[in-house]
């Protein structure tokens, strides 16, 4: 193995695309150490190899140790690390994001620092969510009855369908077994989808926090992202699940809800949704992502280059710092 010292670090051209990416993996009972630009689970049955740069969000259940070498090589590849419970999943940690542009931050801030835009990416993604209503014109009250009227009706939908008795939403924080087995497999769903976006937010280069519907909260924009996909696969999972086996709901909608993300190639569309909601009609952004490149702002709007001494305006050939 080499060291730290003698790797060179990794630029966007050599990372997965985060729509390429694998959701995620989830590992317990075992010690993550690093081996070049791969991870390494070993546990008593031998060691694993997973390239960290195919990792969307790396799952630590119980029972993990992970080396300082290990969180250093995930954070170089933008990968997300978030340490779980046995029953429900938190987001503790972040790696560095896919792109070093800061265009689609810019955007957001934009877009949030004035109330018309910022009401307007709301209804967008309302109209995302229930794409057979036109939420021009309603106010935020009016997008938040809609939107609370029809979550409770696909909850009455699936659970119709399903043959599952449904008592309404009950979660109480910090235990997941006070609920029935529908509701923990309503809210392992919701955990997990919490995570993969914050996963897909983080590596855009987005700030979780500034929120279009949420507000107030340091995963604000991380929740908006991963409601946008609640009531077309994380409820009805979650009802799927319950209705099979009233028994270990937990990890079962997670193992479940990671093939239906993998197989929806949910990623690539929540790439895309992400650049659509803040940069409408712009054109493909992905060689913007793998700009590398520092700029100063100046009057007008304009930007120039950096790394010079612009002390004297009228000089063409700017002495470098």
Request: aromatic letters at 6%.
């Amino acid at each position: 193995m080499t060291t730290v010292g003698q790797r060179t670090a990794l630029t966007p051209r050599h990372l997965t695309r985060t729509g390429e990416r694998l959701s995620f993996i989830y590992l317990e009972r075992c010690t993550v150490h690093r081996d070049a630009n791969a991870i390494t689970a070993e546990d008593a049955d031998g060691t694993t190899h997973i390239p960290s740069a195919t990792i969307g969000t790396l799952l630590l259940g119980p029972g993990t140790r992970i080396t300082h070498q290990a969180m250093s090589v995930l954070g170089e590849t933008g990968a997300a690390v978030a340490w779980v419970g046995e029953h429900g999943v938190r987001y503790y940690a972040a790696g560095r994001a896919l792109t070093r542009s800061s265009a689609l931050a810019e955007a957001q801030a934009l877009k949030w620092a004035n109330p018309r835009t910022r009401l307007a990416v709301a209804r967008a993604m309302y109209r995302l969510r229930f794409s057979d209503e036109d939420p021009a014109g309603l106010t935020r009250q009016e997008l938040l009855g809609r939107e609370g009227r029809r979550v409770k009706d696909c909850y009455r939908e699936h659970a119709a369908r399903t043959g599952i008795t449904w008592r309404g939403r009950k979660y109480t924080p910090g235990d997941f077994t006070s609920g029935d087995p529908v509701n923990q497999a309503v809210t392992a769903a919701a955990q997990c989808m919490y995570g993969i976006a914050h996963a897909v937010v983080a590596s855009l280069g987005c700030s979780p926090a500034l929120g279009f519907v949420h507000s107030g909260h340091e995963l604000s924009f991380v929740l908006d992202i991963a409601d946008l996909y609640k009531t077309e696969i994380a409820i009805p999972l979650a009802f799927d699940i319950a209705a099979e086996d009233e028994q270990d709901v937990g990890a079962r909608t997670r193992r479940a809800l990671r093939d239906r993300i993998n197989a929806a190639s949910l990623l690539d569309r929540c790439v895309d949704d992400i650049k659509n909601l803040l940069t409408p009609g712009a054109a493909d952004t992905s060689s913007v992502d793998e700009l590398d490149q520092v700029t100063l702002h100046t009057d007008r709007g304009q930007q120039v280059a950096s790394g010079h001494n612009h002390a004297d305006a009228d000089d063409e050939e700017a002495v470098p710092w």
